[in-house]
């Protein structure tokens, strides 16, 4: 009779734990009860649910149906899930490809790349374009390390939202970027009066505001071919949809002066 009302409290816990964390395996679950993956796995076939891999397969493809700004095959690693205007998560696994040949350490672009993809799939609206980027590279990644990215929008003003994405592997943060997104109406324009190009008096202003911080530093970023870290800083700014259009003029004029103010004002990010 105690082991069967063992049994019936444990499958109801991890009933409780899958539903709140579907990516949770079965070994991990064996470690939290003191079971074996076997006793779990038999407690799964009972209540009814399938197996880790089954269960995100579901997930993303709920994930994918969700998003407005991109279609799947656009969207770099693989999205597990979303909440439009709010959070994001995607994972992507380091591969041979990706690499520089003589260091095995990972291009910096494939890393970035999955965050912009993830900032994208986030925005609740149809067109979407990236205005500023504030990036921060905490350390090198290798071949066959498994990268998480975490999207969660922590401020909307207008048509402008600022996303936070936090990329890990192996329970380090290596990436650490946000970024200033504009939704577009369907003429290309941003709603309202906005229309998707900052003007030169005005613009700066309106994204230190939005953003409160520094609008675009970028350091520690660059990886050299040998794999070393390059010592020079930058700024991305873009202005175009996934198409990587050619920048405004205006809009290059206008972080120019956001930068000259946030360099008074102090990085903040």
Known sequence: MRETDACHRRRAEIRAMLSRNPFLSDKSLASHFGVSPQTVRLDRMALGIPDQRERTKKLAEMAYSRVKSLPPREIIGELLDVELGKSAISVMEATPEMAFERSGIIRSH??????DSLAFSVMDAGSVVTGIANLKFKRPVRIGEKLVAKAQVIR?????????VETRSRGDLVFRAKFLMFALDDGGRGSGSQTGRLSQTSGASQTADVLRTSPASWTGGVLQADGSPESSSGTIVAGSERQQDSLQPDVAQTEGSGQRNAEREGDHA
């Open 156 to 164: 909307t003003k207008g048509n402008k939202s600022v996303v936070l």
């Open 110 to 115: 494939y890393i970035f790349a999955q965050a």
